[in-house]
């Protein structure tokens, strides 16, 4: 009997120290040496603290903030421990009147001529998206300019040069990063809390 079993087990045994340990071990270590912003979740750290990562969303409500799109992950949006979308299909009411409710909460805080980006008013797959379209950002800048007291030109500026383009050329569409517009909106003139 154990001239049958001792191959399958020395074959686990082995297998198990090299995708297991070995294996893993090693790309750790590479990613460490060669990425380790990436590697280790590209977390923002400001004053010794981690206050985000470029790669989660988060949630700015205040009206000097620049938004992001809304989340479905969790109970009050934005839980990176329940990411996820809410599953809900074009046809469904609720979805339909959330649409509504967020377009009319947008129009209501927002100086919106004509259609409102579909990106401030629908959930991601994920509820963590970090990024809003340009229109979306350039949508916001009058309520953030006034709030702040700064030049709507100043804030455009400064939303074009946080627009990321299409991945390599032609991938994806040209979004904003909205926590890496807020550091730098904040850098350029700090709110009083």
Excluded at 25 to 36: H, M, R
Excluded at 37 to 55: E, F, P, Q, T, Y
Excluded at 149 to 174: H, I, S, Y
């Amino acid at each position: 009997m154990w001239k049958q079993m001792l191959p399958g087990l020395r074959m686990t045994i082995l297998l198990t120290v090299l995708t297991g340990l070995l294996y893993p071990g090693l790309v750790t270590a590479i990613c460490q040496s060669l990425f380790p912003v990436a590697a280790n979740g590209s977390l923002i750290m400001r004053n010794g603290k981690i206050i985000g990562s470029v790669l989660i969303g988060q949630n700015f409500s205040r009206p000097e903030y620049f938004h992001p799109r809304p989340s479905a992950a969790g109970n009050d949006g934005y839980d990176a421990s329940s990411s996820g979308g809410s599953n809900l299909g074009p046809t469904s009411r609720k979805l339909i009147d959330r649409v509504k409710a967020a377009a009319e909460k947008l129009r209501a805080g927002e100086t919106v001529s004509g259609a409102i980006p579909s990106d401030l008013l629908t959930t991601s797959a994920s509820g963590l998206d970090p990024h809003i379209s340009p229109a979306s950002a350039h949508l916001q800048i009058a309520r953030v300019a006034k709030v702040r007291g700064m030049a709507e030109a100043d804030l455009a500026k400064l939303v074009d040069q946080f627009t990321t383009g299409r991945d390599l050329g032609f991938l994806g569409e040209p979004r904003v990063n909205v926590l890496l517009l807020n550091l730098a909106l904040n850098d350029r003139q700090a709110v009083s809390k």
